[in-house]
Nanobody
């Protein structure tokens, strides 16, 4: 059974940084599309960043220049470096991995940006 486990969520101050990690297991990771989504209170889950197996990346406009998605295929890890955090970045962040046969979700990690 595929498992995705996120970590790194925390309380951060506006302007601060956090790094989220996602550990994948039981999945052919190197060919997978990976991504981070977030769900803010009262809102639907939405894409934050995505990286294809070729390395091409997509970011939602609101995080461009502040967030960076990366991956380590050997370790089966996905990362989201978040800089210049804003209160509107507060959400539960979910890791998503799709090896081409269907997507899998982690349980999420909470990021709260507040002074």
């Amino acid at each position: 059974q595929v498992q995705l486990v996120e970590s790194g969520g925390a309380l951060a101050q506006p302007g601060g940084s956090l790094r989220l990690s996602c550990a994948a297991s039981r999945i052919i990771f190197s060919i997978a599309t990976v991504g981070w989504y977030r769900q803010a209170p009262g809102k639907e889950r939405a894409l934050v960043a995505r990286q294809g197996r070729s390395g091409s990346t997509t970011y939602v406009d609101s995080v461009k220049g502040r967030f960076t998605i990366s991956r380590d295929n050997a370790k089966k890890m996905v990362y989201l470096q978040m800089n210049s955090l804003k209160p509107e970045d507060t959400a539960v962040y979910y890791c998503y991995v799709d090896p081409g046969t269907g997507g899998y979700w982690g349980k999420g990690t909470l990021v709260t940006v507040s002074s």
